[in-house]
């Protein structure tokens, strides 16, 4: 096509055509105003010259063509006014541009002629027309080409001898008219066509951004069919149809394919399509493979001419092209059968009789075949099963179809998986509560591609990120299950705990904790309630949902899971104690401190442990005396056999808050408070002391200046035992550590003890009881 030019050349090449263009149509004027027809001839031939460019891209050359159609029109205006005067034959004149020396400018001027000519009415129209459309076979370059039938679609679709028109001859002038359009149509087709042909393999893209720049010049000669009185339903069907999927078919282009196809369903009226279903769908199996024919069907399905029949006849067409095309793939046939389906849906939602029709000749389609392993069929058939999910917006209802379980059977494993993945994004997407446990049962069953590992599925051949995503999706749809009746989701929760404990080990940390979070939210429903578990049933207590939350979390802790089981036997042990129940609450801290003890093994993983326990342990104020000590005792063991000194020192005055409770009835030990906090300021005096001796520098005070904020906290709630005098000596303590030469510049730790200082000046100025209370406190 065109050889490799930058923008800059293009520029140059359009301005020059402009330029020659303009400076001939100047003559071209000039010789008109003076009624010199000769020369009016010779210098709208040169203009035209400028169109036999090669070196414009088609959206260049549009600019320099438009320019030229501009001159043609005033030209064509010049020989109408003057074949009225009687000054020339319009048919001398018709014999005499034929004369020009170059073909374009020939037939440019010959175009612009017949056009006065047929209006002149001195020869039938039909007879003109089929002259110029044969004599534009001369050009064949593509972009030349199309311009110029372009030009001739455009100055005749006023004058053809359509019924109605001032141009009819005799009965059958219709025909020609259609016969002359379809023959430009075909043509303009070929020539659209042949520029995906022309040029280097490596300019594809640029040659299909082009071709797609030009697709309505040729989309406008359907357009114009549409548009002719004559074309009735009888002709649409006999000629004009046959004759369009004939070239559309044989054209083998899928820009083409794909472009024509939809324009077609476009541009002619509902009931033509309702009539000639079966012929319009007899075209889809011809079409390349790449064509996206779900689209254009889509076009087609929603258009306004859905009538009751209308399931009917796209049923029956389908089925019969699928029959006739007996090589047609798997991908081919379920595409279709998706458009239908989309098209049932929408038309008839009501009828489940024929969702399940359309699900019971795919079903026929892929009996017999082995696991598909087409990817592009496999996206249909996961299409085809997401449609009535979308649809419906309930899992159960696209389960009375019993052909839909009937189409999952034919899918590998991969594919299972992501079908399941789909079903849980359409109950997602739609917020749809799944509120029973046979509806549970049936969605499980379903998904469980996604739950367990399926036969001949090995480890090895799972992505790392697409089973985390699935195991994500699992769990976004448990929270989903929700009974308002107690028992019924008691029933649920054991459902689902049935079914993810056969997700083994990688699975569990994923599926365990929205489980347990889910039975914790029906045990703050039946707060309260303690009874006994009697008989075989198995009655909604919070005594019995925290037997099931132990022994699933347990499951966890085997994986192992370490963490996230200690995690979540806090959360247990927090919801135990707001339902009163001490014993259960003090097992499920023993089961916490056993995992800390035997399985947390990394230093990082222990101090995120041990502030979640210190943190849960503070919020309990079901224990009695005995079993607190125990417990907090155990946890200030812990803080302190931290392996790092910052890290115990944060842990044991943080620890100071489980034997100070700012409740009504909370704990108030003001002696062990002050006793962690003196523990936590020898850590940290042996923290700088340690990194005096491996550093040569005794390192930050910032962990002095987080104990102070503790002891300003407990002296605000009022503890007897933290004085204005102790706070006092931290302050000069923390004075005297910056001030040494030792200890390492820390911009941060300067701004938080300043921060901190400023907080004491302002309690001292607020006045009142707090005022007071601060008031012998020197910070300067």
């Known amino acids: 096509m065109l050889p490799d030019a930058g923008a800059e050349d293009e520029e140059k090449w359009l301005a020059e055509g402009i330029a020659g263009l303009q400076h001939n149509a100047f003559y071209m004027h000039r010789a008109l105003d003076s009624n010199n027809l000769r020369d009016a001839l010779k210098f709208s031939a040169q203009m035209l010259s400028e169109l036999r460019t090669s070196r414009l891209s088609p959206h260049k050359y549009y600019e320099l063509y438009m320019r030229a159609f501009d001159e043609l029109r005033k030209l064509e205006m010049f020989f109408r006014e003057e074949s009225k005067r009687g000054s020339f034959s319009v048919i001398d004149l018709y014999e005499l541009v034929q004369h020009a020396g170059n073909i374009l400018p020939r037939l440019y001027l010959l175009c612009t002629v017949g056009s006065v000519y047929i209006k002149s009415k001195e020869a039938p129209a039909k007879d003109v027309l089929k002259d110029l459309v044969e004599m534009c076979r001369g050009i064949q370059h593509p972009v030349r080409g199309l311009f110029l039938r372009s030009y001739l679609s455009q100055i005749s679709r006023d004058k053809l001898p359509d019924i ?8 059958d002038t219709i025909v020609d008219a259609v016969e002359f359009v379809l023959q430009n149509f075909t043509e303009m087709n070929k020539l659209w ?17 082009e071709r797609s720049e030009l697709r309505d010049l040729v989309g406008k000669n359907l357009h114009v069919l549409s548009q002719l009185e004559g074309v009735d339903l009888d002709m649409y069907k006999e000629t004009v149809l046959p004759r369009i999927l004939e070239q559309v078919v044989n054209c083998k282009d899928e820009l083409a394919q794909y472009y024509l196809m939809d324009c077609m369903i476009q541009v002619f009226p509902d009931e033509y399509h309702l009539q000639t279903l079966e012929t319009l769908l007899s075209a889809f199996p011809q079409l390349q493979p790449t064509v996206d024919i779900k689209t254009v069907l889509s076009q087609l399905m929603d258009r306004e001419f859905l009538q009751v029949e209308a399931f009917a006849k ?16 798997v991908v081919g046939a379920i595409t279709l059968y998706v458009s239908l389906l989309t098209f049932t849906l929408r038309v008839h939602p009501d009828r489940l009789d024929y969702v399940d029709q359309v699900l019971g000749a795919s079903v026929k389609k892929l009996s017999g075949k ?42 590998d494993n991969g594919t299972n998986k992501v079908m399941a993945v789909v079903i849980i994004q359409s109950i997602m997407k739609n917020s749809t509560c799944i509120s029973t446990a046979d509806k549970v049962e049936a969605l499980f069953e379903l998904i469980k591609g996604l ?43 054991c459902n689902v705990r049935k079914h993810i404990l056969l997700g083994g080990p ?21 707060q309260g309630q303690d009874g006994d578990v009697i008989g075989d049933e198995v009655p909604a207590t919070p005594k019995k949902i925290f037997q099931i939350l132990h022994q699933t979390i347990e499951a966890l802790s085997l994986v192992p899971s370490p963490e996230l089981a200690l995690r979540l036997y806090l959360q247990c042990a927090e919801a135990a104690n707001d339902c009163d129940l001490e014993p259960v609450a003090y097992e499920f801290f023993t089961q916490a401190f056993i995992l800390y003890e035997e399985e947390v093994a990394d230093s990082k993983a222990q101090v995120t442990a041990i502030h979640l326990i210190i943190g849960t342990l503070q919020r309990m104020n079901i224990f009695g005396v005995e079993n607190r000590d125990t417990l907090t005792h155990k946890t200030t063991g812990y803080s302190a056999k931290l392996l790092k000194k910052p890290d115990q020192c944060r842990a044991v005055y943080a620890c100071s808050h489980l034997f100070w409770v700012d409740d009504q009835d909370g704990i ?30 005794s390192g930050s005070v910032t962990l002095f200046i987080e104990i102070l904020n503790k002891y300003l906290y407990f002296f605000e709630k009022g503890n007897p035992q933290i004085t204005s005098s102790v706070i006092q000596g931290l302050i000069e303590l923390i004075n005297t550590e910056m001030q040494s030469d030792s200890t390492t510049s820390d911009p941060s730790a300067d701004a938080f003890f300043a921060s901190t200082l400023r907080y004491i000046q302002f309690q001292k100025q607020k006045g ?12 300067n």
Do not use: W
């Open 164 to 171: 109605g028109s001032e141009y009819e001859g005799d009965a």
């Open 193 to 209: 066509v042949r520029m995906q042909h022309q040029g280097p393999v490596r300019e594809k893209e640029k040659r299909e951004k």
């Open 314 to 329: 796209l049923s029956s067409a389908i089925g019969k092209v699928i029959e006739a095309q007996v090589d047609m793939p």
């Open 370 to 411: 082995a696991r598909l392993e087409d990817s592009k069929a496999t996206k249909q058939i996961v299409a085809l099963l997401s449609a009535p999910l979308e649809k419906y917006n309930d899992i159960v209802t696209a389960l009375k179809l019993s052909n839909y379980p009937r189409v999952m059977d034919h899918l």
């Open 451 to 493: 739950i367990k590992d399926m036969d001949g599925t090995t480890e090895d051949e799972l992505d790392e990120e697409d089973f985390k995503e699935e195991q994500n999706s699992v769990a976004r749809l448990i929270h989903m299950l929700y009974n308002d009746d107690p028992e019924e989701m008691l029933k649920i929760i």
């Open 506 to 526: 990688k699975r569990l940390p994923f599926t365990v904790p929205p489980l347990v979070f889910s039975a914790l939210k029906l045990v703050r429903r039946l």
């Open 668 to 697: 108030k030990d003001g002696e062990r408070v002050l006793l962690c906090l003196k523990r936590a300021l020898r850590i940290a005096n042996a923290a700088q002391q340690m990194a005096n001796v491996t550093r040569g520098s």
């Open 768 to 779: 009142g009881a707090m005022g007071e209370k601060y008031e012998p406190i020197k910070i």
